[in-house]
């Protein structure tokens, strides 16, 4: 079967993230430069750059590319809502924003987050991965320590946080992230969730405004190239 490399946005939950730094790579825009004169300059790294340019190309072809399903992915969509289910028994009022109900939480004119679910009574924020068994007990052993196990993740909670902050018009200290792996292959049913709280991170939900703001000034001076 033949697969074009590059689709136009279907439905207004991929429309709206076209073109937006999103919360699933926002660590791109977080890496350093490689060389100190470049970090005392304020320069953005090569891998800002690119995952910019990205979103350039996004913005000047109205297209995104087309991010084939794996049986891994396909995996975790089948799984995810499962899991809500034995979140709902422990976290009343959990609103599910996967499946059929995506929902982009706009941060900037450019940027935007997508939590897997949000419990607006308790002043949660859910990122919830369905992962192979082996990647699952090894979360089950991390001791809360999400940051130092997968750092993307991490900060794609953090960012998760600052957009329904932003929503919400409150602070995102005020909020919390919850990291969740479940795995229903797992015999013993206790072992099926891991899940661990994420609180929000004062020095990056401080840097976060700037990183995005520098992000967004060089997209714009790259769009301007243009006339457009």
């Known amino acids: ?13 991929m429309q709206k993230r076209a073109g937006s730094f999103t919360s699933s790579q926002i660590g791109c825009l977080f890496t350093e430069p490689r060389t100190k004169a470049a970090k005392e300059a304020g320069e953005l790294s090569e891998t800002a750059k690119s995952y910019i340019m990205q979103k350039v190309s996004e913005l000047l072809t109205g ?29 009343k009022g959990l ?6 109900n995506p929902k982009f939480f706009q941060y900037s004119d450019f940027s935007g987050g997508s939590p897997d679910a949000v419990s607006y009574e308790d002043k949660l924020v859910f990122e919830i991965k369905c992962p192979n068994p082996t990647t699952h007990i090894e979360y089950l052993l ?26 919400l018009d409150i602070n995102p200290m005020e909020l919390k992230g919850v990291f969740v792996s479940y795995c229903p292959l797992m015999i013993e049913p206790k072992l099926r969730l891991a899940i661990y709280d994420v609180p929000a991170d004062e020095e990056f939900q401080n840097n976060f405004p700037n990183v995005i703001s ?13 006339n457009l």
């Open 95 to 100: 609103t599910y924003y996967g499946a059929e």
């Open 63 to 91: 297209t995104v590319r087309n991010t084939f399903r794996t049986p891994e992915m396909e995996w975790g969509l089948i799984q995810e809502p499962y899991a809500i289910e034995l979140l709902q028994d422990k976290y």
């Open 1 to 13: 079967m033949k697969h074009d490399p590059y689709v136009y946005p279907d439905g207004e939950w």
């Open 142 to 167: 991390c001791e809360n320590d999400i940051k130092s196990m997968n750092k993307d993740y991490w900060y794609q909670i953090q960012m998760n946080i600052a957009c329904v902050a932003h929503e």
């Open 214 to 226: 520098k992000a967004e000034n060089y997209l714009r001076t790259i769009i301007d190239k243009f």
